[in-house]
């Protein structure tokens, strides 16, 4: 608008100054547009993109340690120049009215098939204004209507948590895809997160969007009781996934799916104070010789991780 509105003075009669001169200055200045918008360009191509998958965000479901973490860590990350994208589960007890959900079109209508039956993927979407942030939600009818997360009301572990954790994992991958985004970054925040590290490295491995990504998994004190589905292991049979990788897990307590996520992921993070992590996790973790960052207090954690992200981009 601003060009064709001195185009148009440019050949106004009323136009007293002198045309050659404004003709220079206007090639000048549209030279200049095209230098910018390349600069422009090659900064958002340059800038490491970090995808997190977190299995809860405050302020959509109660504030808890890791709610509040990946809350404020998406925003930091993002405000020190990294391209961010962050997912969670869309839980059923989650208000859509209050919180302005609403589906993404574009994204959902792909069917996800989990043990021979076809899932159709719904994504949503919120922004958190003062962060000017979206957050993306993995949705299914399903797997999310009920009005819980991990445990029913009486608290027993929904029998169907191992299925909403493939769904979940695999509906994020799917919905980079769709978004032709490629992450340089990974970050799984959470137990429900933590199928991730697997499916990037076995199922996509061949994906040019996933070729050169790495997995930074957190490891906190949000210990589940008993085991998943004992058809689990079955269930995560897939593409460039091998009966023999997932047999040694045993039957998928959580020290065993952290044990799996550990081997699959690139880099480490104490996400909690190590008194409240499974000792047995922490060793694992240590002897695989990967990059470990400590636990990290509230005062200087997004600049320490942030720092490690880029460790892990050199590795």
Aim: net charge neutral.
């Amino acid at each position: 608008m601003f060009y064709k509105e001195i185009t148009m003075n440019l050949h106004s009669p009323s136009y007293g100054v002198d045309r050659g001169l404004i003709s220079l200055n206007l090639f000048f200045l549209l030279i200049f547009h095209i230098f910018a918008r390349i600069i422009i360009a090659i900064y958002i191509m340059d800038k490491p993109k970090v995808l997190f998958v977190n299995q809860e965000i405050a302020p959509y479901v109660k504030d808890s340690h890791i709610s509040l973490l990946s809350r404020s860590l998406s925003q930091g990350i993002q405000e020190m120049g990294k391209e961010v994208r962050t997912f969670m589960p869309r839980f059923g007890l989650i208000n859509e009215r209050r919180n302005q959900l609403h589906e993404v079109i574009r994204l959902s209508g792909m069917n996800l098939v989990i043990n021979d039956t076809d899932h159709p993927l719904i994504i949503k979407v919120a922004s958190i204004q003062a962060a000017r942030m979206q957050i993306y939600f993995i949705d299914n009818e399903d797997y999310f209507h009920k009005k819980i997360m991990f445990h029913d009301r009486n608290g027993k572990f929904a029998d169907d948590n191992d299925e909403k954790a493939i769904f979940f994992s695999r509906g994020v991958i799917e919905t980079i895809k769709k978004l032709s985004w490629s992450p340089d970054i990974i970050h799984c925040n959470g137990w429900f997160s933590c199928l991730t590290p697997l499916y990037i490295k076995r199922m996509y491995k061949d994906n040019p969007l996933f070729a050169n990504t790495k997995v930074v998994l957190s490891l906190y004190g949000d210990n589940f009781k008993g085991n998943l589905h004992s058809n689990f292991s079955k269930k995560l049979k897939f593409d460039n996934i091998t009966p023999a990788e997932i047999a040694k897990y045993g039957d998928f307590a959580h020290e065993d799916l952290l044990k799996m996520a550990i081997d699959f992921s690139d880099g480490i993070i104490m996400g909690d104070e190590e008194d409240n992590i499974n000792a047995t996790l922490i060793k694992h973790a240590k002897k695989t010789g990967k990059p470990i960052l400590p636990y990290q207090g509230p005062d200087n954690y997004i600049e320490a991780f942030d720092n490690f992200y880029d460790k892990i981009l050199l590795n």
